[in-house]
Structures are given as structure tokens and as C-alpha cells.
Nanobody, 123 residues
Framework: VQLQASGGGLVHAGDSLRLSCAAS????????MGWFRQAPGKEREFVAH????????YYADSVKGRFTISRDNAKNTVYLQMNSLKVEDTAVYYC?????????????????WGQGTQVTVSS
């Protein structure tokens, strides 16, 4: 599986942005998906997770109520809608696929990773 993240950019605080992650292959709907981010000088951290059919979603406390993860299995794509962006949301955002285990916030629990897309939020 190859993952291609896109949609990043430079925005102002309070703006919105939608990230997309397109996956290759015919088994996308069988993968639980996640978004992570890595800010400069910091470790990569969990952002959001979605179940195979999109019925269950989970978020980091720092983005809960502002970000929404969704997926379109017909398009092999997972999205991250980011509203009310803050300067501290600045990071490279990565999508990840094929989660296994019971800790969706754990990086090592995902098999496939995209290349990341930069999100910069200015004040």
C-alpha cells in the first residue's frame, strides 16, 4: 500500500484546511487509518483514527472538537478536516494505514505511512 498525503499549506490562525490521503491498492476498506503529526523539534504524535467503515473515530484531546477524520472507501481516501487552526497545530502531518492492536495512538501499530504534508499556521 502506498499513501499520498496532500492538502497542506500556510494558513492563518482560525482558518480551516482539509488534508487528504490517497491510498493505492484494492484493500483500502480493510484498513483502519490514522493521522499523526510532527512539529519541529518534537516527537511524532497521534492526531486521529478511523475504523474501516468510518463508524468509529478517535481524536487526541488537543484537536477534539476542531478536527474531523473521515474516509471515502470508494475513492480510497481518508480526510482530515481541520477547523479553528492554531499556531500550535503547525507540523508535518502523516497518514498511516493498517492498524493492528488496541492502542490506536501507537505509531508502531500502523504498517504503512505516507510521506507527510506540511501545515503551517501563522498568528
Amino acid at each position: 500500500v502506498q499513501l499520498q498525503a496532500s492538502g497542506g499549506g500556510l494558513v492563518h490562525a482560525g482558518d480551516s484546511l482539509r488534508l487528504s490521503c490517497a491510498a493505492s491498492g484494492r484493500t483500502f476498506s480493510s484498513y483502519r487509518m490514522g493521522w499523526f503529526r510532527q512539529a519541529p523539534g518534537k516527537e511524532r504524535e497521534f492526531v486521529a483514527h478511523i475504523s474501516r467503515q468510518g463508524g468509529s473515530t478517535y481524536y487526541a484531546d488537543s484537536v477534539k472538537g476542531r478536527f474531523t477524520i473521515s474516509r471515502d472507501n470508494a475513492k480510497n481516501t481518508v480526510y482530515l478536516q481541520m477547523n479553528s487552526l492554531k499556531v500550535e497545530d503547525t507540523a508535518v502531518y502523516y497518514c498511516a494505514a493498517d492498524f493492528y492492536g488496541d492502542d490506536y495512538a501507537r505509531e508502531a501499530a500502523y504498517t504503512y505511512w505516507g510521506q507527510g504534508t506540511q501545515v503551517t499556521v501563522s498568528s
